[in-house]
């Protein structure tokens, strides 16, 4: 049972355009959300984060929004650069779950010059 | 302030070999957890250590055991290896005092 999903594999994107990375859950129960963004043969480097009972969260280029009653959450990158062509991983955690995250598949960007 | 580090960065091991694998967390940071990371299966968590005790620990066989250390360094150790077990794992630390999670550049590990 996959709780949390990216159902976009892939998406390519204009440089200087806006870049919209989806992510849906199924467990109500989470209580945090974060983005990360992972390059080959590297570790996942955290972006940025949200909690349940917030809708939106901005740090520079990048926004995440949170819809509860949707289960659903997005990250948007503006303005889009070629250095942040690599996989987007959304993942949720628990508080009562100490620091287990649960991933979504991972969305790969690639942003054209 | 140094990163997450993990030792080795590639493994090769031949299938029933056991392996050990080392993380090294950021200075500060209590709580390491370890993920496995497969083109099949994504990420997924394996186990939580905090003070040297395991918190948490994901849907995996006992093959897959680790420990903490009384500096936060932790070990994770997989024996009676199996093809699935080629995978890239991943350390992680955290403060505790912020949700985000601080990762290790991976072990590579490919079982023959």
């Known amino acids: 049972d996959q709780q949390v999903k990216q159902n976009s594999p892939s998406l390519s994107v204009q440089e200087g355009r806006i870049s919209i990375l989806n992510c849906d859950y199924t467990?109500?129960?989470?209580?945090?959300f974060l983005w990360y963004k992972k390059y080959p043969a590297e570790g996942p480097t955290f972006l940025i984060s949200?909690?349940?009972?917030?809708d939106k969260n901005e740090d520079g280029r990048f926004t995440v929004f949170l819809n509860k009653s949707a289960k659903h959450l997005s990250l948007h990158i503006v303005p889009s650069q070629p250095g942040d062509s690599a996989v987007y991983f959304c993942?949720?955690?628990?508080?009562?779950?100490?620091?287990?995250?649960?991933f979504g598949g991972g969305t790969r960007l690639m942003v054209k010059p | 302030k140094a990163g997450v580090t993990q030792t080795p960065r590639y493994l090769i091991k031949t299938r029933g070999q056991q392996v050990t694998l080392s993380c090294s967390p950021i200075?500060?940071?209590?709580?390491v957890s370890w993920y496995q990371q497969t083109p099949g299966q994504g990420l997924q968590f394996l186990f939580e250590?905090?003070?040297?005790?395991?918190?948490n620990k994901g849907n995996f066989p006992g093959r897959f055991s680790g420990r903490q250390f009384s500096n936060s360094r932790s070990e994770m150790n997989v024996s009676t290896l199996e093809l699935g077990d080629s995978a890239l794992y991943l350390c992680?630390?955290?403060?505790?005092?912020?949700?985000?999670?601080?990762f290790g550049p991976g072990t590579r590990l490919t079982v023959l």
């Open positions: 992680a630390s955290t403060s505790g005092a912020h949700v985000e999670q601080f």
């Open positions: 467990n109500s129960m989470f209580d945090y």
């Open positions: 949200i909690s349940s009972i917030k």
């Open positions: 993942a949720a955690v628990k508080n009562n779950a100490g620091n287990m995250l649960t």
């Open positions: 200075s500060g940071h209590r709580s």
């Open positions: 250590y905090f003070s040297e005790t395991q918190r």
